[in-house]
């Protein structure tokens, strides 16, 4: 009761206008959903050659989708389509597409420098009620958002690749978050059709952080000669009904990303088993 007469700006703000920062497999797909569910987003990356791909594929995408969708109806098709893609505005300019935006999501490089500094730069932009998220999979959200002076008006916003087809939204709260900005972004979260779950700033959050000790013992099983890969795989899809195997996820997920957040965590917490770094992901 008492939520509903909150003075915040942050609360009062329905999340319209949202800016996606990164214009990459992640970022493509935020921008996607989001416009596809009737927000106005402004896509960001550091060249038009880069956006022009984006929207490019994002719109193969929505044709994919429309096709599922109005299989009836090739009218409907293309109206989906063309509505979901006037929504969509490119940007090589971050700062000119934070002054109009309610929501800053950020999807580029995997650096916490590079987030940190972009994020500095951005706080300086953007209106007071705007309120910043990462997609970050591995980075502290609260170490990110540390860069800034809108400590209460950040979070995490993870999703999962393909955005699109992925339901799960993971929503993420440091101890500085504001239930307000929580709340919106949760209400975001569920205004793209996802289903949020709610997390503390922690490694991973959920999925990852059961997901990547899982696939470092499947790789330390396979070191100790234990079974083969394809064994493993098999193993896992027919006796725990996954739909991959832990290889087949880690090449998903990609052996890069794999090995960047393994080794990430590893340096962090030295002490835990599970972020023991693998020889065959470590160089
Ligand atoms: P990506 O490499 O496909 O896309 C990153 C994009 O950001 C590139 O187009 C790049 O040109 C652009 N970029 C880099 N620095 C920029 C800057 N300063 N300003 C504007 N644009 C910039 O990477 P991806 O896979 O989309 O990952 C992005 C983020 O999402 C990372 O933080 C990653 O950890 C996270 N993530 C990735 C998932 C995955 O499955 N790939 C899943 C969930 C989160």
Known sequence: YSR?????????????????????LMGSGIAQVAAATGHNVT????????????TAAI??????????????SEKAQSSYVSDAMS?????????AAAK?????????VE????????????????????IFASNTSSLSIGEIASATKRRDRFGGLHFFNPVPMMKL????????????????????GKALGKTTVECKDTPGFIVNRLLVPYMMEAVRMLERGDATAKD????????????????????????????????????????????????????
């Open 169 to 188: 939204v993971e929503v993420v709260k440091t101890p500085e978050t504001s239930t307000d900005t929580f709340q919106q972004l949760v209400n975001f």
């Open 232 to 283: 493993i795989d098999t193993a896992m899809k027919l006796g725990a009904g996954h739909p991959m195997g832990p290889f087949e996820l880690a090449d998903y997920v990609g052996l890069d990303t794999t090995r960047f957040i393994i080794n990430g965590w590893a340096a962090k917490f030295p002490d835990n088993p599970l972020s023991n770094p693998v020889s065959c992901l470590t160089n």
């Open 4 to 24: 509903a007469f909150s003075t915040s700006a942050a609360l009062k703000t329905v999340i319209k206008n949202v800016t996606v920062i990164g214009g990459g």
């Open 100 to 108: 109009k935006s309610d929501l800053v999501i950020e999807a580029i």
């Open 59 to 72: 719109e193969r995408s929505l044709g994919r989708i429309a096709k599922k969708k109005f299989a009836d």
């Open 43 to 54: 896509m960001v990356d550091e060249t038009d050659e880069i956006l022009s791909r984006s």
């Open 87 to 95: 929504r969509i505005q490119i940007s090589i300019n971050p700062v």
């Open 111 to 130: 650096n916490l420098e590079i987030k940190q500094k972009f994020f500095t730069t951005m706080d300086a932009a953007a209106p007071s009620h705007t």
